[in-house]
């Protein structure tokens, strides 16, 4: 066990709890969840595997200890964002440009993508047709031992954080709203990996990566506009039709 260096016990867990997150976070960034295993946070740490297990039962519980620690972040940024938005196709640019700020100022590409590394189709679907809601997740904790796997934490956070965009495409395109709901969130997603590879260039003045950075945000949010009035098109026309 590493020496205490705190006056308290719990001082020291919580300094070392902090240090097993952030090398977590680290991994995630850099490798994403295939990467994240309990060795590779033991050898980033210099913690002992065996200590490691009096923080998390496994890799998959770190995971979802790293989302409830940056969720409140990104859900306050996004709320305050969209608040007041008069129409679902204001509500849709507001969250496209608050996810890609959320990005830009602190890194979050990397927790969009745990969500698209999931292999469980029928999650990712009841996810996308915005059926998958907390009560149901509420049941599953109950009747185990109160933990959410790995998957139901990622569907959670997602429901939280895209809530509000699928509820927009319901609105705007009821007949598929899965269509609206994945092109948008393919293409911030994207802005998303395209401003972290800028933040991993070296040898750049910050204020040429800021400036290169509202570029990205300001293209995707132009490509959302145009995904957004076409789809809304298609099915003003498709209305039309079936009257």
Not at 11 to 34: F, N, P, V, Y
Not at 38 to 52: F, P
Not at 175 to 197: F, K, N
Request: include cysteine; charged fraction near 25%; glycine fraction near 6%.
């Amino acid at each position: 066990m590493p020496k205490i260096q705190e006056a308290t016990l719990n001082e020291h867990r919580q300094r070392l709890l902090k240090q097993i997150l952030d090398a977590t976070e680290s991994i995630l960034k850099q490798e994403g969840r295939t990467g994240l295993t309990m060795s590779a946070v033991s050898e980033r740490t210099g913690i002992a595997r065996n200590s490691l297990y009096r923080y998390a039962q496994n890799a998959d519980q770190l995971c979802n200890m790293v989302l409830e620690r940056r969720l409140p972040t990104w859900s306050q940024a996004l709320e305050r964002a969209i608040r007041g938005a008069s129409s679902p196709q204001a509500l849709i640019e507001a969250w496209s440009k608050a996810n890609l700020r959320q990005a830009s100022e602190h890194g979050h590409a990397w927790m969009m993508d745990l969500f698209s590394a999931t292999s469980n189709e029928q999650v990712r679907a009841s996810f996308v047709y915005g059926e998958y809601t907390d009560d149901s997740l509420g049941q599953q904790a109950a009747s185990g031992d109160g933990q959410l796997s790995s998957e139901d934490a990622m569907v959670r956070f997602h429901h939280q954080v895209n809530g509000p965009l699928i509820s927009a495409w319901q609105q705007l395109a009821p007949s598929h709203p899965e269509i609206g709901v994945e092109l948008t969130r393919g293409l911030v997603q994207s802005g998303m990996r395209l401003i972290d590879a800028l933040e991993r260039q070296t040898g750049r003045p910050p204020q040429v990566s800021r400036r290169e950075a509202e570029g990205i945000i300001e293209d995707v949010l132009s490509s959302v506009r145009e995904v957004t009035a076409t789809l809304s098109k298609r099915e003003s026309d498709g209305s039309e039709g079936r009257t």
